[in-house]
């Protein structure tokens, strides 16, 4: 019913950037937050940045400064710019969105299939 399509990920030099799009679809009611999550090899998986429905973006702190995560309402799509890449940023990046669909009264969390991000030195 729902689909959260991730795009922009690939192999980047230190210091390059790199901007991810995902854009959510299906039959969404409405749109309470979406954001961005990573797993590295061997690590869990942990927030790199999230914006709510009008309300501000918070940041994962070693991504302050360097990534920013922005929405475009209309096309319920949420991108994050990361600039400064380091190879500690390689991961998979997950988008997330918590929605409420229109068969639904409440809402949860909804979860792309990932986008790989290779930092090489």
């Known amino acids: 019913q729902v689909q959260l399509v991730e795009s922009g990920g690939g192999s980047v030099q230190a210091g390059g950037s790199l901007r991810l799009s995902c854009a959510a679809s299906?039959?969404?009611?409405?749109?309470?937050?979406m954001g961005w999550h990573r797993q590295a090899p061997g690590k869990q998986r942990e927030l790199v940045a999230r914006i709510t429905t009008g309300g501000s973006p918070d940041y994962a702190d070693s991504m302050k400064g360097r990534f920013a995560i922005s929405r475009d309402y209309a096309k319920n799509t949420v991108y994050l710019q990361m600039n400064s890449l380091t190879p500690e940023d390689t991961a998979v990046y997950y988008c997330?969105?918590?929605?409420?669909?229109?068969?639904?009264?409440?809402?949860?969390?909804?979860w792309g299939q990932g986008t790989q991000v290779t930092v090489s030195s």
């Open positions: 299906g039959s969404i009611f409405s749109i309470y937050a």
């Open positions: 997330n969105a918590n929605l409420r669909t229109s068969h639904s009264y409440t809402s949860r969390a909804y």
